[in-house]
């Protein structure tokens, strides 16, 4: 069976010495949703949100238009695409 995608929106910035990503918001995200982020040659992996943060604050949900900070487990760059898996 496959799992449906839907895009959720794009990382625009990603700060590698904590491994936190900036995702602009394209639909809302809330903490335990699984995300996939999908972008160069070799870049597609799942994780699921654990803590989201806007300006240092912790957030249970985001809405749409929000940039939000989530902690990943893998390197990704700026213009790489989130999806949230369904």
Known sequence: MATKRKSIGEIIHYFSKIKVVI?????????????NIIGGE???FNA??????VEHEKLEKAKKGMEVGIKV???V????????VE
């Open 42 to 44: 070799n870049t597609d």
């Open 77 to 84: 760059r700026e213009g790489y695409k989130v999806f949230k």
């Open 73 to 75: 487990s893998k390197k």
């Open 23 to 35: 995702i602009k918001l394209a639909a809302p995200l809330a903490v335990g949703d699984e995300i």
């Open 48 to 53: 699921t949100v654990k803590s989201m943060e």
